[in-house]
């Protein structure tokens, strides 16, 4: 059984960073592509960004380039989501998810963590 579970989210202030963990169990991450999405309420869940197997292609979406970072830890067998400069706007829970292709459609994936609550404020 292939579980995700994200942590690192919380309460932050506008400027400041958060780092997102998405621990992997079951298989290993470099089975996969992986993702971060995100939800706000009453809102469509969105993509964030992504990483290819290999970790040699990232894919962001356009709103937090040069503020976020995907990368992987096959050591760990983790992915994780830097963000720095946080805004208002980034205020979501946070969804790590496993696929086999790095787009950014939700329904590329099939495997999907609890999520984890991400609040900025002004």
């Known amino acids: 059984q292939v579980q995700l579970v994200e942590s690192g989210g919380g309460l932050v202030q506008a400027g400041g960073s958060l780092r997102l963990s998405c621990a992997v169990s079951?298989?290993?991450?470099?089975?996969?592509?992986m993702g971060w999405f995100r939800q706000a309420p009453g809102k469509e869940r969105e993509f964030v960004a992504s990483?290819?197997?290999?970790?040699?292609?990232?894919f962001y979406k356009d709103s937090v380039k040069g503020r976020f970072t995907i990368s992987r830890d096959s050591a760990k067998n983790t992915v994780s989501l830097q963000m720095n400069s946080l805004k208002p706007e980034d205020t979501a829970v946070y969804y790590c998810?496993?696929?086999?292709?790095?787009?950014?459609?939700?329904?590329?994936?099939?495997?999907w963590g609890q999520g984890t609550q991400v609040t900025v404020s002004s």
């Open positions: 998810a496993a696929g086999d292709i790095p787009t950014g459609s939700p329904g590329s994936y099939y495997h």
């Open positions: 079951g298989r290993t991450i470099g089975s996969y592509a």
């Open positions: 990483i290819n197997w290999s970790g040699g292609s990232t």
